[in-house]
């Protein structure tokens, strides 16, 4: 590690600055002011960082004379450079064999930076924050950084949005054809990559019915290339239901997406309100969607919801599935009787979580339509599906 690194690199619980108040420094870094930081992990299972941007020029690559090195194949030895103009920061790639990537795209000559920016050097991403973004949290462990940096960050995510879709598909039992695909959201904002911590951060910010809209109009926006006959399965969350403001954002997702057929789904442990729930199938007629309710069994089985206002699909939690190849007589019964509940009510009976072919006869066998699981295929991002032209 060369001269400028071993200042640089210090561990993120700590957030010193790389020089004391008593420290010299020399040359051009002498009048320096520290205004921007990296964060992130300079390989694999590392340890999260936080590097100042102080001294120019601020180069980043695999080779050890970098200001920054990182010790992965897809960073070229010298492979871009970060650039202070008074207040603000650029970054240049050094035709780079893999490429710097902005937020996701490719950057051609030099880009400026804001608060909050992804940046990958081939494979390899850090974020971007100015130094005294980092005050706020400065006294935080090691283990919690990904917390901290997640709340610092969540403006910037919801605003931009750092949302990414996946799809996972839903297929026809009997054929196993898609007919639709669920959107499933992720991010590559440090600890806001899954829906779990991105909603759990969400929360500790009152902020969960605007992330799940943001959700619902970022998948709507990606799926456009997975074919117009495909169906678009839309999240809710709890916090929405009983809402008003979630009519408005229907309406608003309808005006977006005026030919797209679309489904969306509420979660049974959402359910506080049956007059409530009779206004968003109104809307939802009115506006051409789908209902589902998710999870169906995961808790309560709402068997009263689901007979006064039915879905147009019912989503068998996995608890109900796993298990049915080797389940008892009484069990499968049990799982019959309540396929036949809903058929009776025209709504059409989807199983969730099935990973074994075995599975899957046995829950086409029991009179379940639809299905959806590993077996037919995982969450991916939207070009992993998409029809060859």
């Known amino acids: 590690m060369n001269q400028h690194q071993q200042k640089l690199l210090t561990p993120v619980d700590s957030f010193a600055s790389p020089a004391s108040d008593g420290e010299q420094r020399s040359g051009a870094d002498a009048s320096a ?100 973004t980092f005050d706020e949290i400065a006294t935080v462990e090691s283990n919690s950084a990904a917390d901290a940096i997640a709340h610092v960050q969540f403006s910037t995510f919801l605003n931009r949005p750092g949302v990414e879709p996946w799809f996972q598909p839903i297929v026809r039992l009997d054929s196993q054809e898609h007919v639709g695909f669920e959107v499933l959201s992720r991010s590559q904002f440090i600890g806001l990559e899954t829906p779990a911590k991105m909603f759990r951060v969400a929360a500790q910010r009152t902020s969960e019915a605007a992330l799940s809209r943001v959700c619902r109009v970022e998948g709507m926006r990606l799926s456009e290339s997975l074919g117009e006959d495909m169906q678009i399965y839309l999240n809710t969350h709890p916090a929405e239901l009983n809402d008003q403001e979630l009519f408005t954002s229907l309406h608003d997702l309808r005006d977006r997406n005026p030919e797209r057929s679309i489904v969306l789904e509420v979660h049974e442990s959402g359910v506080t309100s049956v007059d409530f729930l009779k206004s968003l199938r109104d809307v939802l007629t009115e506006l051409d969607f789908g209902l589902a309710y ?14 006064e206002v039915p879905p147009d699909i019912l989503k068998f939690d996995v608890k109900l599935i796993q298990g049915l190849p080797t389940a008892s007589e009484a069990r499968r019964s049990t799982v019959a009787a309540l396929i036949r509940i809903v058929e009776d009510l025209d709504v059409v009976p989807l199983a969730e979580g099935i990973e074994t072919q075995k599975e899957s006869d046995i829950c086409r066998e029991l009179g379940f339509k639809l299905a959806q699981g590993y077996l037919f295929g995982r969450a991916e991002p939207p070009i992993s599906w998409q029809r060859p032209v």
Request: net charge negative; with cysteine.
């Open 33 to 132: 002011t520290i205004t921007w930081a990296l964060y992130g992990n300079l390989m694999d299972g590392g340890t999260l960082r936080k590097i100042p941007i102080s001294v120019q020029p601020f180069t980043v690559g695999r080779h050890q004379e970098n200001i920054v090195s990182v010790m992965d194949p897809t960073v070229s030895g010298c492979h871009a450079e970060l650039l202070l103009a008074g207040d603000q920061l650029l970054v240049r790639d050094c035709n780079s064999t893999n490429g710097t990537l902005l937020n996701g795209r490719k950057i051609q000559t030099v880009a400026g930076l804001r608060d909050g920016d992804i940046l990958h050097f081939g494979n390899v991403m850090f974020t971007v924050h100015p130094e005294n």
């Open 294 to 307: 998710d999870d169906f069994g995961a808790g309560q089985a709402r068997l009263a919801e689901l007979i």
